[in-house]
């Protein structure tokens, strides 16, 4: 399993910025999908989640109406469309996915990790 992230940066509050996360190595038709942030000193976070149909999608409340999550089956690839962004947004970003239909929030459960992708909102 490979999970390659891209698309974090640098971006004022109230910017944009668009993550990706190219998989390969698994059927990626059969795997939940998620994205996790984790900030110095602070506990991992799941922030959104997409079931293997792209119907189910799961957010964190911090991020509702803020982040939408989806998934290109051709292309085998996770987004993450970030949307007004805040200071309390900067966190390294990674995708995460685990063999199941259905997604939750909960990144223990998801044992497949990418490296990452740093978004910093100042």
């Known amino acids: 399993v490979q999970l390659v992230e891209s698309g974090g940066g640098l971006v004022q509050p109230g910017g944009s910025l668009r993550l990706s996360c190219e998989a390969s190595?698994?059927?990626?038709?059969?795997?939940?999908m998620s994205w996790v942030r984790q900030a110095p000193g602070k506990d991992r976070e799941g922030v959104a989640a997409?079931?293997?149909?792209?119907?189910?999608?799961y957010y964190h409340d911090s991020v509702k109406g803020r982040f939408t999550i989806s998934r290109d089956a051709a292309k085998f690839a996770v987004h993450l469309q970030m949307t007004d962004l805040k200071p309390e947004d900067t966190s390294m970003y990674y995708c995460?996915?685990?063999?199941?239909?259905?997604?939750?929030?909960?990144?223990?459960?998801?044992?497949?990790w990418g490296q990452g992708t740093q978004v910093t909102v100042s």
């Open positions: 190595g698994f059927t990626f038709s059969s795997y939940a």
């Open positions: 995460a996915a685990k063999a199941c239909l259905w997604p939750n929030l909960q990144s223990e459960t998801y044992p497949y």
């Open positions: 997409i079931g293997v149909t792209g119907a189910d999608t």
